[in-house]
C-alpha cells in the first residue's frame, strides 16, 4: 500500500472514530433498560446522524490540520457525500422510532409539548434544507455568499438542537459524566466552525493586503495580484489555493477560493478569476489600493520541482492553468533543469490564458508547450479537438515513471484521467484538481 492510500486509510479511520463517539459514550457504562429491537435501533440511528453531522466541521477543507496530504477534491467530496448520509440517519431516526412504538409520535405532537415538538421538527426541517440547498444551489438562485452563510447557520443549529435533543431524552445519556462528555465531543465540532467563521478572522486582521493591479486578460478573466501591507506575506507550496476577501473588514459573507498563480519564490501574490458571479464580475472594478485579506494556504494539488527530478506532466483546461502556473513559475525561479510537459486545452486561441507567459516560460525552463483548440483558425497547424488517449501518445514520454498533474472541469478529468491510469500511470502519481468546490 502505497503512501497516499495509507494517508487515505488512517484519516477515515479517524473520521469514523469521530462519527461512532456519540453512539460509544451513549453504550459506555451500565446499560438502561432494554427496549423493542426497532426502537433501540431507531435511537442508535440518531446517535450515529448525530455523530456524522460533528464531524463534517472537520471535513469541511477549512481545518488544514485534518486530512492533510489528501486532495481538496476527494475531502469535499467526502464532505458532501458524509452530509447526505447525516441527513439520511436523521431522518430514519424518528421513522424508525416511531414503526417501534407508535407513542414515540407524541414528540412531534405540539398539542402534546410544544417546547419539545418544535426544536423536533426545526432540526428536521433544517437538515432537510441543508442538504437540498447543497445539492441544488443553483437551481434555488441562490449567490454563493449567502449559501455559505446559510450553510454555517443551518449545521450549528442542527448539530446544536441534536445535542440538546440526546442530552434532555435520559434513556442513555441520565448520567452526568455521560452529558459532559457528549457536551465536549460535539462541542468540539461546533467550536470548530465559530473558530472558522467568528476568531480566525482575528489573525487575518493583522496581515493585511492591498489591490496591486487589476488587469483583464484576453478572454475576460480578471488578473488580480496582491501584495504584503507590512508583513512578509503568505508562504505556499506551488499549486495551492487561498480564500480572499475584498474589504475594509476580514468579518464579510463575501469569502472566495481562487488558485494562486504566482511564484512561491514571490511576495505577491496572483489570481486569475473568471467572471461566473456577481463577485466575480466585480473583480475588474477593484480599485487599486484596496484593502483585501487572504486566509490559506490550503489545497495537496501541489509540485515541488526538487521532489520530481525525472521531470513532469501538467494537463490543463481553460483556468485551470493557474495552479499549474504557480507551479512553472515556481520551477523557473528554482532553476530547475527536469524536462516538463504541459498540454493545454482551450475552446480557441483568444481563449488561452496567459498565452504570453507560457511562451516565455518555455524558453526559461525545459518546457514543451502543447496548446489543443476546439475551434481553431484557419491557419492552426497544431493540435484540435479534445485532449485524450491518442494526443497522449503523440506528445508525451512514457508515462510510467513521471508524475501527472491534471487541472480544469470535470469534463477534461473525466476523460484524461482514465487515459492516464491506462498507460500506467498509478494512483499515487496521479494529482487532479477540479474546479468545482461548491
Known amino acids: 500500500m502505497n503512501t497516499r492510500w495509507r494517508r487515505l486509510l488512517g484519516w477515515l479511520l479517524v473520521w469514523m472514530a469521530l462519527a461512532l463517539l456519540p453512539m460509544c459514550i451513549a453504550l459506555a457504562g451500565d446499560p438502561p433498560a432494554v427496549r423493542d429491537r426497532i426502537v433501540e435501533t431507531g435511537a442508535m440511528l440518531g446517535l450515529l446522524g448525530l455523530g456524522v453531522l460533528s464531524a463534517q466541521a472537520l471535513t469541511s477543507g477549512r481545518q488544514r490540520w485534518f486530512a492533510r496530504g489528501l486532495g481538496q477534491d476527494d475531502v469535499l467530496q467526502f464532505h ?24 414515540f409520535l407524541d414528540y412531534l405532537d405540539p398539542r402534546e409539548d410544544w417546547l419539545r415538538a418544535t426544536p423536533l421538527w426545526t432540526v428536521l426541517l433544517a437538515v432537510t434544507w441543508l442538504a437540498t440547498t447543497s445539492l441544488w ?3 434555488f438562485g441562490l449567490q454563493y455568499e449567502h449559501w ?4 454555517g447557520a443551518l449545521a450549528l443549529l442542527v448539530v446544536t438542537i441534536g445535542l440538546g435533543h440526546a442530552l434532555m431524552v435520559d434513556h442513555y445519556t441520565g448520567p452526568l459524566w455521560k452529558k459532559l462528555a457528549l457536551t465536549m465531543a460535539v462541542g468540539a465540532s461546533l467550536y470548530a466552525v465559530i473558530e472558522n467563521r467568528v476568531l480566525r478572522p482575528r489573525g487575518l486582521a493583522r496581515r493585511p493586503w492591498t489591490v496591486q493591479s487589476v488587469e483583464t486578460a ?5 488578473v488580480l495580484r496582491l501584495s504584503p501591507a507590512g508583513h512578509d506575506g503568505l508562504r505556499f507550496r506551488p499549486g495551492q489555493y487561498a480564500w480572499i476577501t475584498i474589504g475594509d473588514t476580514p468579518w464579510r459573507v463575501q469569502q472566495h477560493p481562487f488558485s494562486i498563480s504566482s511564484s512561491a519564490e514571490s511576495s505577491t501574490l496572483e489570481f486569475t478569476i473568471k467572471p461566473l458571479g456577481d463577485f466575480t464580475a466585480r473583480i475588474g472594478a ?14 495537496e494539488f501541489v509540485y515541488l520541482p526538487d521532489a520530481c527530478p525525472q521531470g513532469a506532466v501538467f494537463i490543463a483546461g481553460g483556468v485551470g492553468i493557474t495552479p499549474i502556473l504557480s507551479m512553472l513559475r515556481t520551477a523557473r525561479d528554482g532553476g530547475a533543469t527536469a524536462p516538463m510537459w504541459l498540454i493545454y486545452g482551450n475552446p480557441a486561441w483568444d481563449d488561452v490564458l496567459y498565452r504570453d507567459a507560457l511562451d516565455a516560460l518555455s524558453k526559461e525552463l525545459p518546457l514543451t508547450v502543447i496548446h489543443v483548440l476546439e475551434d481553431a483558425p484557419d491557419d492552426w497547424d497544431g493540435e484540435t479537438g479534445h485532449i485524450d488517449g491518442d494526443l497522449l501518445d503523440r506528445h508525451l514520454p512514457e508515462l510510467a515513471s513521471l508524475p501527472v498533474y491534471v487541472c480544469g472541469p470535470d469534463a477534461l478529468a473525466n476523460a ?23
Not at 484576453?218 to 480578471?222: A, K, M, N, T, Y
Not at 477593484?286 to 489545497?299: D, H, M, N, S
Not at 500511470?425 to 477540479?434: H, K, Q
Open 80 to 103: 458532501r457525500q458524509t452530509g447526505l448520509l447525516g441527513w439520511g440517519l436523521v431522518l430514519a431516526h424518528p421513522l424508525t422510532m416511531f414503526l417501534g412504538d407508535a407513542r
Open 137 to 139: 444551489r443553483l437551481s
Open 148 to 151: 455559505r452563510l446559510l450553510h
Open 218 to 222: 484576453r478572454d475576460g478573466s480578471h
Open 286 to 299: 477593484i480599485p487599486v489600493g484596496t484593502r483585501a485579506f487572504v486566509e490559506g494556504p490550503y489545497g
Open 416 to 438: 484524461v484521467e482514465p487515459a492516464l491510469i491506462a498507460r500506467g500511470v498509478t494512483a499515487d502519481r496521479l494529482y487532479s484538481e477540479r474546479f468545482d468546490l461548491v
